[in-house]
Structures are given as structure tokens and as C-alpha cells.
T-cell receptor, first 114, second 113 residues
């Protein structure tokens, strides 16, 4: 069974540009999560999808971040326009059902904003 | 409010020595507790988890952790470090009725030959 995949693995962009990160969860997992780790600090929750619906987006830092999950399958996280403080590693995770206490993480996308 | 504190951002041990990585949490309700490991250039991998069953939890690669409610701790141990244990370790809390993790800031383990 394939794990959670993320694309790209690395992205380097200039301040003001747009970047889109993609996450493919484990097949059949209704729950999809985005997390971010900035500059060696703790990994912080961004948002949670159940199928195509946003269950909890309390961790989204501002309206420059837009997450979508088309058809309840893969998800994209767009940052527009990117700022220097958006640099970090963005992790995606999935789990099969609400209340299932384990999440399966992808390798992350390292975003560098210059 | 929920929070996770990992004491020591870097820990260095000799090969064969005891590994002890510390994690304390604060939570308004009984939590589920996890340790994840990230090897270089890889994603987060679950080491072990506590979900209100046995307080001493055994995980993969010889690691174990003990949930101590009175101390609000969930320290990770391994009796004998191996070179392959060099990685970054994250403690995390997941509340019973919620689906988001609260992570500590991570501890990088260095194993010296």
C-alpha cells in the first residue's frame, strides 16, 4: 500500500510569487491534514479535511493560504503571495476515519522563500 | 490549552548507552500520546503510542515509553543506542475528541561511535 506522497519535495521561490503544494493521501483515507514546521520549531497544525470538506482550519495563518481537496482525494495548499516567514517544511498526513488516533505522514515539502 | 514540551533540542549519546528523550505535556483532558521519528530525508514515522491502555508502551526498534499521569510525562527510552537511531524525535498529543496533533519542538539524537 502506497503511503502519503507530497510534491514537490523542495521548492524555492521569490517573495511575492505563488506556490502550490500537493498531497496525495493513502487511498481510502477520508481525513487529510496539513501541518507546518517553521525554522526548527514545533510542527503546527494548519487544517483538517474530512473528504472534501474543511473540518477545522483554525491553524491557517492568514488568507494568503488556500487549501482545497478536490473530490475528497488529493489536496493542494496554495500560498499567494508568498512571504519570507512562510519558509518551512509542510507536512501532509492522512487517517482512515474520525476518531482514529493515528495519522500517517508524508515526507514533507521544504519551502524556501527568498 | 494543550502543549508539549521536549527538554533538550539536541541529545548526544554513545553507541550502546541508554537513550532518554523527555516529553511533558499539558492537557485539559486525558490525551493520546505519541512518539514519531524522522530520519534524514524521510517523513515522520510512528514509533509508539499510548491510548489509555497499558502505561508502558513498547514500540519499534527497541524503544519504549511510559505514561505517568502524575508527572504529565511520556519519556522515550531505549536501553542501548545504535548508530541507526540517529534521527529527530517528536512527541505529540492528540486529544480524545479532536483530530489534530500538538507536537513538541523535536529532539535531535546524535549517536557517537
Amino acid at each position: 500500500e502506497a503511503g502519503v506522497t507530497q510534491f514537490p519535495s523542495h521548492s524555492v521561490i521569490e517573495k511575492g510569487q505563488t506556490v502550490t503544494l500537493r498531497c496525495d493521501p493513502i487511498s481510502g483515507h477520508d481525513n487529510l491534514y496539513w501541518y507546518r514546521r517553521v525554522m526548527g520549531k514545533e510542527i503546527k497544525f494548519l487544517l483538517h479535511f474530512v473528504k472534501e470538506s474543511k473540518q477545522d482550519e483554525s491553524g491557517m495563518p492568514n488568507n494568503r493560504f488556500l487549501a482545497e481537496r478536490t473530490g475528497g482525494t488529493y489536496s493542494t495548499l496554495k500560498v499567494q503571495p508568498a512571504e519570507l516567514e512562510d519558509s518551512g517544511v509542510y507536512f501532509c498526513a492522512s487517517s482512515p476515519a474520525l476518531g482514529y488516533n493515528e495519522q500517517f505522514f508524508g515526507p514533507g515539502t521544504r519551502l524556501t522563500v527568498l | 490549552a494543550q502543549s508539549v514540551t521536549q527538554l533538550g533540542s539536541h541529545v548526544s549519546v554513545s553507541e550502546g548507552a541508554l537513550v532518554l528523550l523527555r516529553c511533558n505535556y499539558s492537557s485539559s483532558v486525558p490525551p493520546y500520546l505519541f512518539w514519531y521519528v524522522q530520519y534524514p530525508n524521510q517523513g515522520l514515522q510512528l514509533l509508539l503510542k499510548y491510548t489509555s491502555a497499558a502505561t508502558l508502551v513498547k514500540g519499534i526498534n527497541g524503544f519504549e515509553a511510559e505514561f505517568k499521569k502524575s508527572e504529565t510525562s511520556f519519556h522515550l527510552t531505549k536501553p542501548s543506542a545504535h548508530m541507526s537511531d540517529a534521527a529527530e524525535y517528536f512527541c505529540a498529543v492528540n486529544l480524545y475528541n479532536f483530530n489534530k496533533f500538538y507536537f513538541g519542538s523535536g529532539t535531535k539524537l546524535n549517536v557517537k561511535p
